[in-house]
């Protein structure tokens, strides 16, 4: 097996493997929170899908840690504009709140960084053509 695609390899199985677990998660919280569940346990289960989400970051790190140099520049590149763009985006949909737009749940702030994140990809894997 080409040892270059090994990390590739790994991050793409503990990402199917997180997100499916995420996925399972989130319904098994929403079902139970549509049931009613009250006290102190309503708390536990809302945040449950966040514990198999977690593996996306270790993940991610763990992916970046075994990059070159130029790829590791162009994740930091890609990074950096998702997150100024992300914080942007959402800094600006904030006011408009304020003017009457609708307000909109903070489970959106992710997919937004991750958009911004892929747009910065593609913008920094160019430049280094």
């Known amino acids: 097996m080409n040892t270059c695609r ?17 996925a399972a998660a989130l319904v098994v919280s929403l079902t139970w929170l549509k049931a009613g569940v009250e006290g102190p346990w309503k708390y536990a289960i809302a945040v449950l899908p966040v514990l198999p989400a977690l593996g996306v970051p270790l993940a991610v790190i763990r ?3 075994a990059m070159d140099e130029l790829q590791l520049r162009i994740q930091l590149e890609s990074l950096a504009f998702g997150f100024a763009a992300a914080a942007v ?11 009457g737009l609708p307000e909109v749940s903070w489970v959106w ?9 892929i747009v910065g990809g593609l913008v920094a894997r160019r430049r280094y053509r």
């Not at 702030?109 to 994140?117: D, I, Q, S, T």
């Open 6 to 22: 090994l990390p590739a390899s790994k991050y793409v199985a503990t990402m199917i493997v997180s997100l499916s677990l995420y």
């Open 63 to 65: 992916l970046c840690r």
């Open 89 to 99: 985006a959402t800094f600006t949909y904030g006011f408009l709140q304020n003017a």
């Open 109 to 117: 702030v992710w997919p937004v960084m991750a958009v911004c994140w």
